[in-house]
């Protein structure tokens, strides 16, 4: 029997990298999960990808319309008992250089888009549920011209100490995983010299693999972390640590 088996799980951000990662291992250990994406094509192709369980629903976090479509499509399961909440974006713009527009699009995505995701999902949450966070490494260490996406996903270190007391009666636990430098489309979007200069600092010497990052996330959403609830549970070679 597999970690999850029989729990229904959401994924936003699930058609790359850690999302898609995370969306297959939780499939293969018995969740039916529900991913978003905003484009159509990745989306069906990362459904065709996981097989079996998947229910893939079009849409855009920071539309809250779209959060609602999303919702009512989980009603036929009836709950949530694990809510990833795993859409971000961020680039390289030092201080000097960032427009209004930059800031927008990272706070209402990182910031926005996640709390209303979380707050849609109250009624449809099971008792004991898990929530999931994605932050960041970036958050904790001073990183050249990453300055508004690390305050971003600050933030959502500062909504899981809340929502850990909010939300206790429930006994739903809520829990930031941080990754560090990870192998994904959007890192891979960003200059070489800018990746090989974070890559320098992260103590393995490496970036990091989206299997890895989903078998964290496997650990917080399971009954493995029972007793965890409120931590930043970082899984990024040590750069944040050192």
């Not at 459904?47 to 919702?71: E, F, K, P």
């Not at 996640?114 to 999931?132: E, M, R, W």
């Not at 966070?133 to 990453?146: C, Q, R």
């Amino acid at each position: 029997m597999g970690k999850l088996e029989g729990k229904v799980a959401v994924i936003t951000g699930g058609t790359q990298g850690i999302g898609l990662a995370t969306a297959k291992l939780f499939a293969s250990e018995g969740a039916y999960v529900f991913i978003t994406g905003r484009r159509r094509k990745e989306l069906e192709e990362a459904v065709a990808s996981i097989g079996g369980n998947v229910t893939g629903v079009q849409g855009d976090v920071t539309n809250l319309a779209d959060l609602d479509r999303l919702y009512e499509s989980v009603k036929a399961k009836g709950r949530i008992d694990v809510l990833f909440a795993n859409v971000g974006l961020g680039g390289f713009v030092p201080l000097g250089s960032i427009t209004e527009e930059y800031y927008d699009k990272t706070f209402d995505t990182n910031v926005k888009g996640l709390l209303f995701t979380v707050q849609k999902a109250l009624p449809f949450l099971n008792d004991g549920a898990s929530i999931i966070l994605t932050g960041s490494a970036a958050a904790a260490k001073g990183t050249l011209s990453f300055g508004v996406y690390a305050a971003s996903k600050a933030a959502i270190r500062s909504f899981v100490r809340t929502w850990t007391e909010e939300l206790k009666d429930r006994r739903i636990r809520s829990n930031v995983l941080s990754p560090g430098p990870v192998v994904t489309p959007q890192v891979a979007l960003q200059p070489p010299e800018a990746i090989a200069r974070i890559v320098s600092t992260v103590p393995m010497g490496r970036m990091g693999e989206p299997d890895e990052i989903a078998k964290v996330a496997l650990f917080l959403a399971s009954d493995d972390s029972s007793f965890v609830t409120g931590i930043e549970l970082f899984a990024d070679g040590g750069r944040a640590q050192v």
